[in-house]
């Protein structure tokens, strides 16, 4: 074999298919990359938001512990020790009504 025939034989042998690209295949990679991206969206959507509720947690605990500083307030908490339960659980209540996204889950868009 001559140069000349390895060369047609390499362009031959190492050029791309003709054939039209397989539509299973295209479709899979295409859902794939879809729900990579649904997945990257929703992942920081709920990183803001449990950042976001985490600081708002620190804020309402640092100032429950600013409120209890109140010596009228620490005498009514000893006297009453479920008095604290009771609020937390009111506090609680109003967050679930005041944020009920949070339990629902998100819908797909499409």
């Known amino acids: ?15 791309p298919s003709e054939a039209p690209a ?12 879809a729900e990579a991206d649904l997945y990257r969206r929703t992942r920081r959507r709920i990183l803001r938001q449990l950042g976001s509720e985490g600081l708002a947690v620190g804020a309402v605990g640092a100032s429950l512990a600013f ?3 109140v010596p009228d307030v620490r005498e009514a908490l000893t006297q009453a020790p ?18 009920p ?8 868009a499409g």
């Open 1 to 15: 074999m001559d140069e000349a025939g390895f060369e047609a034989l390499l362009k031959r042998e190492l050029a």
């Open 82 to 99: 479920g008095l604290l339960s009771i609020a937390g659980l009111l506090l609680l209540l109003f967050w679930l009504l005041v944020h």
């Open 67 to 69: 409120v209890t500083q």
């Open 22 to 33: 397989e539509s299973g295949f295209v479709a899979r990679v295409d859902r794939a990359v």
């Open 101 to 108: 996204t949070s339990l629902r889950a998100p819908r797909r």
